[in-house]
């Protein structure tokens, strides 16, 4: 978190200039990143941000709100890192999306920044950190039993996240597993670290670090266990958390026979995989097999899915392409109706919600609220 | 009205840009091979999406007298001009015909290997790769003839171009400019012009569509391996067989490049410790110093055989078979490497390299008993400049039908390390002239080389003059000499 555009020279100094960070894995070769399907150019690609910060650092182009948007008009996910390998040989702990969070940190230094990311920048300002608990009142009352892990209930944005949660709480009652969820400061800090928002960042840590260390802790915003799993680390070096997603926790359930699947009438579903679950924490199959232990269900896969999935715009704070997080939902949501299938799941209350924009929301399921139904 | 304004009501205003962060970005578009070179921003980039697009982006230009510079995705040598239109090609990306009755494919110019190769899986065809990454272009590679497999046999990918010229008129050179007619020949009754635009580095028209050879997968193939301790009695070997037409293609590895180049990253960083730290002259023992991979293929019955002659070539001079079981308990990773890109050709080759730095090499191609004499000149030279250079990759292999060899070496400096990267182009402009003046190696890119062909250049001139009378095209291409014609 005090990494500078200097410290993103030599990676971005390697770059082939060939536009692969922009497709997904062979055969298929899917374009995947969201500014590229919208504008083929190299500028609209990873290594084009990586040029840019090039000729900053060469005085070629001052730090301006334009590039301030530009560097907020990234999605953020992931496929850039996932599909070049050249970048993160020579910065593994950057890459790409990491130098783009560099870019932002300095746009934010220098008082750049797009209109919702000013919004989060003050809030961040007057109250410390960007925190929605869930509940606060109960989390009050909550405690770990030692046998169950916390659910990790901190950043609830989405409206998507609030529905999951309350599915969550209603599945560990069927279980009868006393619901132990955390409460501390209400952000994890995954939304400042993604939004170059980098200044409260190490204090905001280094107090969770002490509510989150050695405890098993169940994440349902895969962002938040990205985050926590991968970077806190970095800011206290002896840092450790068993992190568990809940997808893995809902598949044990249903495996394990602590949740039974009802009879329920023949649906056809179609997954959509989040880019932080996905991508992020290599999570594609556990999702797919909670869906197979239902009962009823048959999973129409899309055309862009797994390592190839396409991300929902939820994160594309800046409008340098103008309406592109729109227009990337729009696209997903397309996608989605090709395939025929009664319902989307996934598995990101974020995804949730920006689908939702353009697509029957009653038709888009959290998989925790899906299991809820079927279970 | 201005140029901007101009082409943006000709071709739409989405194809043309001329944001500041577009402009820096493609300041240096120029391939990656030397991040020195020079920052030179164009004052529009145009992304055509048709062949009207760019006729009437030539047709503009030549008016305004702007330069243009046309590019795939990244040219490999082509110089962008400052103040210039930089062309970019890459949204024309459509595979427009497989042809698996005469062995084309047609693409547009924005196609790239990794497009091209899974729109043939199923097909029973398969198209020549390189050691390139699979999102280089197809036309990229055709038309700076660049070495690929089957240039054993074939010494250009190129059957048939369309081509825009700087005024605007479209043609095609191969049988497609009877009307009508496909485009399974080059050669027709007239004057082969596809030469004249493949290493023509764009100065003399925008090539806008392309028939590029592909070829059958045979019911059965095969890589056959030996390994030698000399590289002329690689070159020997190579000759045999390829003049008894037992390959499709053969290739020579040296150990470095054999040993490295197939790894995916993760197996790169265990490898190359190894490598690193080691003289290219003198491999470990057991490790042979040249490679030799010989695809054969046919029917089940010729192959058999063939494995038996390359058996019995290789041991009668002085080399080793190496069975793939012997590979894989010996060399896993370049067994895994080679069935890849003999298979399915997957992203990562020699990509990988530059994960360790950045490549400057030279490359030359010589007639089979001088190209032992470069290759011992070329080896010294590169050992000479340490092991900050390693891995000193080298590659070697015939074309049409062994009557020319090409030799490819390069290092993998430190990105960082401006003054050893400098000395060593500096060096190896030398290495070029000297390797023309005592082997009779010809380079494979003309920097360097203008006053030493005699009056072909007057010629080339002449043809330039006549069909960009403006200088438009491809001025900083290296062509001709500092933008000169």
Same mark, same amino acid.
């Given at each position: ?51 840019? +910060? ?57 008082? /750049? ?37 916390? +659910? ?8 998507? #996240? ?214 | ?21 577009? /402009? ?32 009437? #982006? ?15 995705? !990244? ?36 196609? #790239? ?80 012009? !596809? ?138 990773? #370049? ?52 092991? !900050? ?52 190696? +010809? ?43």
């Amino acid at each position: 978190m005090n990494l500078t555009l200097k410290d993103l020279e030599d990676a971005a100094r390697v770059c082939l200039r060939d536009g692969r960070c922009a497709y997904g894995p062979w055969p298929e070769g899917h374009i995947l990143c969201p500014l590229y399907l919208r504008e083929p150019s190299f500028t609209f690609t990873g290594g084009g941000y990586l040029f840019l +910060v090039l000729a900053l650092l060469e005085g070629k182009i001052d730090l301006t709100e334009e590039v301030a948007d530009f560097a907020y008009s990234c999605s953020g996910c992931l496929s850039c890192d996932e599909n070049c390998h050249i970048i993160a040989s020579v910065k593994p702990e950057i890459g790409i999306v990491g130098a783009i969070r560099v870019l932002r940190s300095e746009a934010v230094r220098k008082g /750049l920044m797009p209109q919702p990311i000013r919004m989060i920048y003050e809030e961040v300002r007057s109250k410390g950190d960007f925190g929605r608990p869930w509940r606060a009142v109960f989390q009050k009352q909550a405690a770990g039993n030692g046998e169950t892990p916390f +659910v990790f209930a901190e950043c609830v944005h989405s409206e998507g #996240t609030v529905r999951a949660l309350e599915a969550f709480e209603r599945l560990l009652g069927k279980m009868g597993v006393p619901a132990s969820f955390l409460g501390t400061k209400g952000c994890c800090g995954a939304s400042l670290y993604e939004y170059g928002l980098w200044n409260r960042l190490p204090e905001l840590i280094e107090e969770n670090c002490k509510a989150l260390a050695d405890k098993e802790v169940c994440f349902l915003n895969p962002h938040c266990q990205y985050f926590v799993e991968r970077v806190y680390a970095r800011v206290v070096p002896d840092f450790h958390v068993r992190a568990t997603n809940v997808v893995q926790f809902l598949l044990a359930a249903l495996s394990e026979g602590r949740l039974i699947p009802r009879r329920k009438g023949k649906v056809r579903v179609s997954y959509h995989d989040p880019c932080y679950l996905g991508r992020g924490l290599g999570m594609y199959e556990e999702p797919r097999q909670i869906l197979s232990l239902l009962d009823g269900v048959e999973l129409i896969e899309v055309g862009r899915n797994r390592e190839s999935s396409f991300c929902c715009g939820s994160r594309i704070m800046g409008n340098y392409l103008s309406r592109l997080s729109e227009e990337t939902a729009e696209e997903r949501v397309r996608e989605f109706k090709e395939t025929g299938a009664d319902l989307l799941v996934t598995a990101c209350g974020d995804c949730v919600d920006s689908l939702g924009r353009f697509f029957d929301r009653e038709r888009i399921r959290h998989i925790v609220e899906f299991v809820d139904e079927r279970t | 009205m201005t140029l901007k304004e101009e082409l943006a009501e000709r071709i739409g205003p989405g194809k043309v840009r001329d944001d500041e962060i577009t /402009l820096v970005t493609y300041g240096r578009i120029c391939h990656g091979f030397d991040h020195m070179a020079p920052f030179r921003r164009p004052s529009l980039v145009v992304f055509p999406e048709t062949r009207q697009d760019v006729c009437e #982006t030539l047709k503009i230009a030549n008016v305004y007298k702007v330069p243009v510079t046309v590019v795939g995705t !990244a040219p490999i040598m082509a110089g962008t001009t400052e103040g210039g239109i930089i062309l970019d090609q890459r949204r024309r990306d459509k595979i427009l015909e497989i042809n698996t009755d005469a062995g084309y494919a047609v693409v547009e110019p924005g196609v #790239t290997f990794d497009k091209l190769m899974a729109a043939l899986k199923g097909t029973g065809f398969k198209c020549s790769v390189g050691t390139m990454p699979g999102s280089a272009t197809v036309l990229g590679q055709a038309l700076s003839r660049g070495s690929q497999s089957f240039s054993t046999r074939y010494l250009s990918l190129v059957l048939d171009l369309e081509v825009v010229l700087p005024d605007g008129t479209v043609f095609t050179t191969g049988s497609s400019h009877f009307d009508g007619v496909g485009s399974h020949l080059r050669y027709g009754p007239f004057p082969d012009m !596809a030469g004249l635009f493949t290493c023509g580095y764009g100065a003399f028209g925008v090539v806008t569509k392309a028939a590029i050879r592909i070829h059958p997968v045979n019911q059965v193939y095969k890589v056959h391996f030996a390994g030698f301790d000399r590289y002329a009695d690689s070159v020997e070997y190579v000759k045999a067989i390829v003049g008894n037409n037992i390959p499709e293609h053969a290739v020579i590895w040296n150990w470095h490049m054999y040993l490295t180049w197939p790894l995916s990253p993760s197996d790169l960083r265990s490898w190359l410790p190894l490598v690193l730290n080691s003289d290219v002259r003198r491999p470990p023992e057991g490790v042979p110093y040249n490679l030799v991979t010989s695809f054969l293929s046919g029917y089940e019955e010729v192959v058999e055989v063939y494995e038996k002659v390359c058996d019995r070539v290789a041991r009668s001079l002085k080399g080793i078979v190496l069975s793939e079981e012997e590979m894989a308990r010996r060399f896993p990773h #370049t067994l895994s490497g080679f069935r890849d890109q003999y298979g399915m050709y997957p992203r990562h080759r020699e990509a990988v390299h530059w994960c360790k730095g950045r490549f400057v090499g030279f490359y030359a191609f010589a007639a089979p008993k001088d190209i032992k004499e470069v290759e011992r000149f070329a080896v010294d030279e590169f050992s000479g400049f340490g092991s !900050a250079i390693n891995p000193v990759n080298y590659y070697s292999h015939p074309f049409d039908f062994g009557r020319s060899f090409l030799l490819r070496i390069g290092g993998f400096p430190d990105p960082r390390e401006t003054e050893l990267r400098g000395k060593m182009l500096e060096r190896i402009e030398q290495m070029q002239e000297k390797a023309l003046r005592e082997f009779g190696a +010809v380079p494979i890119r003309p920097l360097g080389m203008w006053g030493k062909v005699g009056p072909f250049m007057d010629v080339l001139r002449r043809i330039k003059g006549a069909l960009d009378p403006n200088n438009i095209l491809g001025r900083d291409s290296g062509l001709f000499d500092r933008g000169s014609r």
